[in-house]
């Protein structure tokens, strides 16, 4: 298990862009996979883009791609989110995830390590 804890959310208007970060500690040898998922008021959480550490492989749901960008700190476990074009259907809190193994897009069941999340709102 690793601590996840996310930070950069917030306001913006329709149009303008964040960047969410998620600092990992605690035990992270071997492949592991880290995302993104979001959640609203009664609706599942959802995946949004993840990373295979090993190689960098990103992948993006379809509502995001070509807007939000996941990046990576190797050295110091560190995920980001770049959401640009941002879009008041994009309003929710965001969650940084963390599964063992390679995985494509990542399914919540995969997932053994949540932060608390942060709240994107995106105003029209």
């Known amino acids: 298990q690793v601590q996840l804890v996310e930070s950069g959310g917030g306001l913006v208007q329709a149009g303008g862009s964040l960047r969410l970060s998620c600092a990992a500690s605690?035990?992270?040898?071997?492949?592991?996979?880290m995302g993104w998922f979001r959640q609203t008021p009664g609706k599942e959480r959802e995946f949004v883009a993840s990373m295979a550490w090993s190689d960098g492989r990103t992948y993006y749901a379809d509502s995001v791609k070509g807007r939000f960008a996941i990046s990576r700190d190797s050295a110091r476990i560190t995920l980001y989110l770049q959401m640009n074009s941002l879009k008041p259907e994009d309003t929710a809190v965001y969650y940084c995830?963390?599964?063992?193994?390679?995985?494509?897009?990542?399914?919540?069941?995969?997932?053994?390590?949540w932060g608390r999340g942060t709240q994107v709102t995106v105003s029209s």
């Open positions: 995830a963390r599964a063992l193994g390679d995985y494509g897009p990542l399914a919540s069941t995969s997932v053994n390590s």
């Open positions: 605690g035990r992270t040898f071997g492949y592991f996979t």
